[in-house]
């Protein structure tokens, strides 16, 4: 009988884990940049800010070589591509801390 209640309560912690693993997933797709609603001050090439920017800063003090704000429209854009590997690295540190993922990395 204790294994029964055991086995249970195993197979239900299975399926939280699976519904919170779906909703991870879900959650990442609709917070992931997106390449179509990229700022037009982003200069082309592999890295861009989309529209998800809150202004933090963030990849701005990170990269700044590569970084700038529209101070009009109060975001953050691409204004020089990485042009070494340390400048790969920073924006690449950039897009990972990016409190809400609006970095993005078309490579």
């Known amino acids: 009988m204790l294994f029964e209640k055991y086995f249970g309560l195993e ?3 299975i399926a939280i884990r699976g519904k919170r693993n779906d909703f991870r997933a879900q959650l990442n797709k609709n917070i992931m940049a ?3 609603n990229k700022y037009s001050d982003n200069v082309g090439g ?6 998800q920017c ?3 800063d963030l990849c701005r003090e990170t990269a700044p070589a590569n970084f700038k704000r529209n101070d009009d429209g109060g975001h953050s854009y691409v204004y020089k591509q ?3 590997p340390e400048e790969e690295a920073l924006c690449q ?3 990972d801390g990016c409190p809400v993922e609006a970095i993005g990395n078309d490579a």
């Open 11 to 13: 197979q239900k912690t």
């Open 34 to 36: 997106d390449v179509a």
């Open 46 to 51: 592999k890295f861009y800010v989309d529209d």
């Open 54 to 56: 809150i202004d933090c």
């Open 82 to 84: 990485a042009e070494s």
């Open 93 to 95: 540190e950039a897009m």
